[in-house]
């Protein structure tokens, strides 16, 4: 092997891995300066908040009769 061609390897491996770093650090302050000029924003023009209504369905209104229904069952499985 020979050791010149190790020696450019790293360096392009080094320079590389340097780059994306680099990026990365400057794409990380970027996203943290964007979250405070959308908070900024989203206080002078707040979105209207629509009022959702929903209807909460009950639940059956006879649950016992369900749970007697689930431990007969259970109950016939295990005495066959």
Known sequence: MNLETLENGLVVMLTGMGFVLI???I???VMF???AVVKYLNKLF???V???KTTVKKASANVDE???VAIAAIMAKRGS
Do not use: C
Request: charged share 15%.
């Open 23 to 25: 990026f990365l650090t």
């Open 27 to 29: 794409m990380i302050g």
């Open 33 to 35: 300066i964007m979250s």
């Open 46 to 48: 707040p979105e209207a």
């Open 50 to 52: 629509e009022e959702v």
């Open 66 to 68: 369900a749970i007697a």
